[in-house]
Structure formats: C-alpha cells, structure tokens
C-alpha cells in the first residue's frame, strides 16, 4: 500500500519516466487461468453477450486483502424462466467493494434483448442504486441501448418500470424510476431506483481532470447507503471504465480508514471477479492521478445551513503559520496538473496577437469559430468554454476584445447564439501602458496586467476610453453583424443595455442584453456583493426571454473577474437546486476549463461572501428564481 502522504510523490516519480513505469506495474497485473466460462459459452447466451471476449466468471478461489473469502461465485445468476434454457444468464459478476463484499454489479451496458434481464436483475438482487459511465453514443458508435424509459412507463418483462424524474447536470443526470411487478397475485411493494448518469467521460481515453468525476462519485456515496443493495455499474463492456470507477470508490474507503492505497492490488482483486477490469493502461494511470487529486483537496462540501460556521472557520487563522484557513484552501487549488493541457492554437503565429495577456485558452475547451478558407487563424478567438452546474457550456469566458478582435467577438456572439453578454471593466481600464513618445510615433513598451508581462504593438490595443460598444442611438458594423445600442438603463452598480444585432448578409435581426458592472475594481472586489446578485437576478429574467443560450462573460484578461463572476453564479445555482455548497470544487472545475480563474484570495473570499448575502436575503430562493 502507498500512504496517502506519499502518493503524489509516487505518482511524480512515476510520471517523470513517460509513465514507463505505470506501464511496467500495470503489465504486471495478471488475471489466474483458473476460471470458467461455461454459462457465457452456451449457444443461447453468446447472443447476450455485447463483446464476446467480456464474459462472466464462474467460479474463483481468492484471498482479498481487504475481504475474508474463498469458494465464491461471481457470476451473478438471475431466476431461470420455464422452458427457457440460459433465461438465469446475464453477463454480469459480483465485485467486492472495501471490506464489503459484493458491495457492485459490474455488467455491460444492456443489449436489446437483455432489457428484461437487466431489470430482472435490478429487482431479484434488491439494488437501488444504478451506476451508468457511457453515453449513449460515442464516436459514432452504439455504446449501450437505452434500457430505460424516458415519459411513461414500459413493461420489461414482468416487471413495470415507470420514470419518475430526471436532473440533469453539465456533468451527469439523475434519474429515478419506480419498479414493481406487473399483475401479481402476490403483492410486493413497488421500490425505487436511482440511475446515476456520468456524461463527460471523452469518446477516446480518459478525463483529462478527476474534478468531475470524483464530485460524481462523491455524490454517490453520500446518497447510498450500506445495506441498500449492490450498486449495479455499467459502461459498455463492463470492465474498463466499470472497472475504473469501483476502484476508486474503494481506494477512497480505504484511504479514509487506512491512510493509505493499494491500487495494484485492489486491481489484481478485481481481475479475479471479472476479466480485464480496469481495461488500460490509461485508466490504471488516472486512477492513480485521481485519487492524489482526492488525498489533496479533500471533501469540500457542505450544506447550505453550515454555512455561517464553515466561513466562520476559514476566516480563523492556522496556529503553525498565522495564515488564514482560506488563504491555505486558495493555495491548494493548484494542484500541479496544469501541464496536460496544450495551448496550440493561441500560440500559433498567426494567432499570438489576438491575445491580450497571457491568459490563454486551453485546446481542449476553447470556443472554435467557423473559419474562412484558406485563412489560418480565422477559427481562433481568446475564449473559452465553461460550464455551470446545470449545463454544459453555459459561459463564454473571454478577453476584453482588442482593436484587432472586434469583429470575432461578435462573430462569435452570433455563431454561438449568445443573446447575454456581462462585461465586469470600465472602458478606461481595458488595458494599462507606459508611452514611449517620439515625434509622429508613439510605442507601447510594455502591458501589464497584475500577473502578465507582454510587450505588443499600438495596433493591437483599444486605447483607454475606446469601447467595442457603439454609442446609444448610434450603429456600427463588424464583418457581416451591424452592431445598435437600442436602450441603456443605470442600475446601482452596473448598466444594462439592449441591443440589435442584424446580419447584413441573411437580414436576420436578434436581440441582445448587455449588462456592464462598472464597480468592480481591476485590482480588487465589489464592496456590496449584494449588487452582484441583484445583476445575476436579471440576468437570469433576460436569459428565460432569450432561450437560455451560452452567456458571454468578459473582464479585461477572462480569468480574474470573470471566474469570479462565473464561480459565484455557480454557486448558486447549487444553494438553489441541491442546498450545497462547494466552492473549492467550484472553482478548481473553473481552472480545468481555462487558467486561473478566480485569481486573487480576495476574489475567492469574495464569492463566499456574495453567497452568504444570498443565502441570508432569499433564503426559500423565491426571489431569485
């Protein structure tokens, strides 16, 4: 076992060969030759079988390190059907869990005609819980049928499952059905089942971050309970990403009553219950990697109701180093796995003045415009996908643009269909200089924006007071978009405009809420949070009026104002919907989305406190919504 306090020190030892020796340890996982087959091998039960090399084990003999055991079967068995040779076969098998023995199901992802099996599975076993980690379709390719009914209820055999609601989150959805037998003599009281849906695991490989996918297992836990029933888990074979997901819920219990993991051998373990979990090397690695991301920032969340003693213990100071509770939580954001991001397309010379600092998009979350051919760069703008807790790609997360950029904001507003622009600076500010002045020329020597350096040319600047607003009355046109001011209206704190957008091209007309904050300092916080709710409460009204597209969200570099602007909106759109709060997970979500969002301690204090004003001024949420 690897203690938790040596684990990132083990994973940067054995990252630092090319993962050379992840691969040796992984190759070393063997699977015994001592199983059987022969339930999966029968003519009736090759057709329920998705991949013909992923069947159930029969029968193992086993010493688990962390589960008393031998002689077992793993081989879950269903009723066999009268008359219906193989009808007690699905391919499925028992999994242990720490120190709970068959705590899972591991299965694949039901095929048509095993539907009837799979809740019949569900109902004989007494599960309540499912666990689903692939799409529908990836790449292209059916992945796993949709076994479950979506608006009114469907008979699966016997059984009648019928939908009860669904939640649907940027990372995952909800699902509850209820489940009973359908015309029995013999009554049995309906149950409930909750489909848990993980949606955000890549078509190819694994996550590029844990953050998401350690919130969902989280969410799990604390919703399971012990004696509920094996928690059946599927992707679509039923061992790689199956397999990926019991080992980390098991190495989390270990790490919390052992400090310490043993993922080499909790893996081995696993192999003996069903063959090729944890399927790659990939996998075996970012189990590793997410399970050091979870030793170091710990759980985070708490209920809404806790939140007045949780500020209350961040603001108090650590004895050792006099620093403030949150001021440590702020630092641990950055947990050192920024290198697997590229920056390819903002560094390519033809992009690399379209960059105001260098507060650069990631490859992986960037917002692509349509190109012009055989223009190199047209399909580059410094921006950002970011999504909130409801849905994915909620927010726009951009640079004030640049002279040069004008035209690609708007294009992109429209390209995007985004009908809400938040602008968090003052037009004076959008970028600081020092002058080099000569006769007839004038020389921009250097920018600098709290935590950049980058020279650049005049060309490249909107010089103080310059706005890509055109004046009240007044229209402009960029590209193909002719930009209108229709209406301005003062608020305390910030101004809300409307605006025409038409594209001289089609004549198509939209219409566009810009709200600017003008209060917000470039080199600090607003003084009344509350202002900035009372902003987010319109914005909300002008997002139901307009179709609830991506918001557009930009301060001077994308990142500082306006993560925080995008962490706070976050928040509480979680207050409202589930009464928790996270916000380190919040924000370290935000990072993997695009750098340093939320940059200062003063910032993440901030988004804090505009959640406590919330929580204290709307606390049944009426007003908000």
């Given at each position: 076992?690897?203690?938790?306090n040596?684990?990132?020190?083990?994973?940067?030892?054995?990252?630092?060969?090319?993962?050379?020796s992840?691969?040796?340890?992984?190759?070393?996982?063997?699977t015994?030759?001592?199983?059987?087959w022969?339930?999966?091998?029968?003519?009736?039960n090759?057709?329920?079988?998705?991949?013909?090399?992923?069947?159930?084990?029969?029968?193992?003999?086993?010493?688990?390190?962390c589960?008393?055991?031998?002689?077992?079967?793993?081989?879950?068995?269903?009723?066999?059907?009268d008359?219906?040779?193989?009808?007690?076969?699905?391919?499925?098998?028992?999994?242990?869990?720490?120190?709970?023995?068959?705590?899972?199901?591991?299965?694949?992802?039901?095929?048509?005609?095993?539907?009837?099996d799979?809740?019949?599975?569900?109902?004989e076993?007494?599960?309540?819980?499912i666990?689903?980690?692939?799409?529908?379709?990836?790449?292209?390719?059916?992945?796993?049928?949709k076994?479950?009914?979506s608006?009114?209820?469907?008979?699966?055999?016997?059984?009648?499952?019928t939908?009860l609601?669904e939640?649907e989150l940027?990372?995952?959805?909800?699902?509850?059905?209820?489940?009973?037998?359908?015309?029995?003599?013999?009554?049995s009281?309906?149950r409930?089942?909750?489909q848990?849906?993980?949606t955000?695991?890549?078509?190819?490989?694994?996550?590029?971050h844990?953050?998401?996918l350690?919130?969902?297992?989280?969410?799990?836990?604390n919703?399971?309970?012990?004696?509920?029933?094996?928690?059946?888990?599927h992707c679509s074979?039923?061992?790689?990403?199956t397999?990926?997901?019991?080992?980390?819920?098991?190495m989390?219990?270990?790490?919390?009553?052992?400090g310490?993991?043993?993922?080499?051998?909790?893996v081995?373990?696993?192999?003996?219950?069903?063959n090729?979990?944890?399927?790659?090397?990939a996998?075996?690695?970012?189990?590793?990697?997410?399970l050091?991301e979870?030793?170091?920032?710990?759980n985070?969340e708490?209920?809404v109701?806790d939140?007045?003693?949780?500020?209350?213990a961040?603001?108090s100071?650590?004895p050792?180093?006099?620093?403030?509770?949150?001021a440590?939580e702020?630092?641990n954001?950055?947990?050192?796995?920024?290198?697997?991001?590229?920056?390819d397309?903002?560094?390519?010379p033809?992009?690399k003045?379209?960059n105001r600092?260098?507060?650069?998009?990631?490859?992986?979350t960037?917002?692509?415009?349509?190109?012009?051919?055989?223009v190199?760069?047209?399909?580059?703008?410094?921006?950002?996908?970011i999504?909130?807790?409801?849905q994915?790609?909620?927010f726009?997360?951009?640079?004030?643009?640049?002279?040069?950029?004008?035209?690609?904001?708007?294009?992109?507003?429209?390209?995007y269909e985004s009908y809400?622009?938040?602008?968090?600076?003052?037009?004076?500010?959008?970028?600081?200089?020092?002058?080099?002045?000569t006769?007839?020329?004038?020389?921009?020597?250097?920018?600098q924006?709290?935590?950049?350096?980058?020279?650049?040319s005049?060309?490249?600047?909107l010089?103080?007071?310059?706005?890509?607003l055109?004046?009240?009355?007044?229209?402009?046109?960029?590209?193909l978009?002719?930009v209108?001011v229709?209406?301005?209206?003062?608020?305390?704190?910030y101004i809300?405009?409307?605006?025409?957008?038409s594209?001289?091209?089609?004549?198509e007309?939209?219409?566009?809420?810009?709200?600017?904050?003008?209060?917000?300092?470039?080199?600090?916080?607003p003084?009344?949070?509350k202002?900035?709710?009372?902003?987010l409460?319109?914005?909300?009204?002008?997002?139901?009026q307009t179709?609830?597209?991506?918001?557009?969200?930009?301060?001077?570099?994308?990142?500082?104002r306006t993560?925080?602007?995008?962490?706070i909106?976050?928040?509480?759109?979680r207050v409202?919907?589930d009464?928790?709060?996270?916000m380190?997970q919040?924000?370290?979500?935000?990072?993997?989305q695009?750098?340093?969002?939320?940059?200062?301690?003063?910032?993440?204090k901030?988004?804090y406190?505009?959640?406590?004003?919330?929580?204290e001024?709307?606390s049944?949420?009426a007003?908000?919504?």
């Amino acid at each position: 076992p690897i203690p938790v306090n040596k684990l990132a020190e083990y994973c940067q030892i054995h990252h630092s060969t090319g993962n050379k020796s992840f691969k040796e340890e992984f190759m070393c996982i063997r699977t015994p030759g001592n199983f059987s087959w022969d339930h999966s091998l029968k003519e009736e039960n090759k057709p329920k079988n998705r991949y013909q090399n992923i069947v159930a084990c029969k029968l193992f003999r086993l010493t688990n390190p962390c589960v008393n055991s031998v002689d077992d079967h793993t081989r879950v068995a269903i009723s066999e059907l009268d008359g219906i040779p193989g009808s007690d076969y699905i391919n499925a098998n028992f999994i242990d869990g720490y120190n709970h023995r068959n705590k899972f199901i591991a299965t694949q992802g039901p095929v048509s005609n095993t539907f009837d099996d799979f809740w019949r599975m569900v109902w004989e076993h007494g599960c309540s819980c499912i666990v689903m980690v692939t799409n529908i379709v990836e790449r292209g390719k059916l992945k796993c049928q949709k076994y479950w009914p979506s608006a009114n209820p469907e008979e699966y055999g016997r059984l009648v499952v019928t939908p009860l609601e669904e939640e649907e989150l940027s990372h995952y959805v909800i699902r509850k059905f209820c489940i009973e037998i359908a015309n029995s003599d013999v009554e049995s009281p309906a149950r409930e089942i909750v489909q848990y849906h993980y949606t955000a695991w890549p078509d190819h490989g694994v996550p590029t971050h844990a953050t998401s996918l350690l919130a969902f297992i989280r969410r799990i836990r604390n919703s399971v309970s012990r004696d509920a029933g094996p928690i059946v888990v599927h992707c679509s074979a039923g061992v790689g990403r199956t397999g990926t997901y019991i080992v980390l819920d098991a190495m989390l219990d270990q790490m919390s009553k052992e400090g310490a993991v043993d993922i080499f051998g909790f893996v081995s373990h696993t192999r003996l219950q069903r063959n090729m979990m944890v399927q790659t090397e990939a996998q075996y690695i970012f189990i590793h990697d997410a399970l050091m991301e979870a030793a170091k920032c710990g759980n985070t969340e708490f209920k809404v109701q806790d939140l007045h003693d949780r500020i209350k213990a961040l603001q108090s100071r650590d004895p050792d180093s006099g620093e403030t509770y949150i001021a440590k939580e702020f630092k641990n954001l950055d947990i050192g796995d920024s290198d697997v991001e590229t920056f390819d397309s903002a560094s390519m010379p033809e992009n690399k003045s379209k960059n105001r600092f260098l507060v650069l998009p990631y490859d992986r979350t960037r917002v692509k415009l349509w190109p012009y051919p055989g223009v190199l760069g047209s399909d580059y703008i410094n921006a950002s996908f970011i999504d909130s807790y409801q849905q994915r790609e909620a927010f726009l997360a951009t640079q004030a643009p640049l002279e040069t950029t004008i035209n690609d904001f708007w294009r992109m507003l429209w390209e995007y269909e985004s009908y809400t622009v938040v602008m968090l600076n003052k037009d004076s500010e959008n970028i600081k200089v020092r002058l080099k002045q000569t006769p007839g020329k004038t020389e921009i020597i250097i920018v600098q924006q709290r935590f950049f350096f980058l020279l650049i040319s005049p060309k490249h600047v909107l010089y103080q007071g310059q706005s890509y607003l055109p004046d009240k009355g007044e229209f402009v046109v960029y590209g193909l978009l002719m930009v209108e001011v229709e209406s301005e209206e003062r608020q305390e704190g910030y101004i809300k405009r409307q605006l025409k957008i038409s594209n001289t091209k089609s004549s198509e007309v939209r219409n566009v809420f810009h709200f600017q904050y003008e209060d917000w300092p470039e080199d600090g916080v607003p003084q009344d949070g509350k202002l900035v709710i009372d902003m987010l409460k319109h914005i909300a009204r002008a997002q139901q009026q307009t179709g609830n597209g991506p918001i557009t969200v930009h301060c001077s570099d994308g990142s500082g104002r306006t993560g925080t602007f995008c962490a706070i909106s976050i928040a509480l759109e979680r207050v409202k919907l589930d009464a928790t709060i996270d916000m380190f997970q919040t924000v370290r979500n935000l990072r993997t989305q695009r750098p340093i969002m939320v940059q200062t301690p003063e910032q993440y204090k901030f988004c804090y406190e505009v959640v406590r004003h919330f929580v204290e001024a709307f606390s049944d949420y009426a007003n908000f919504k």
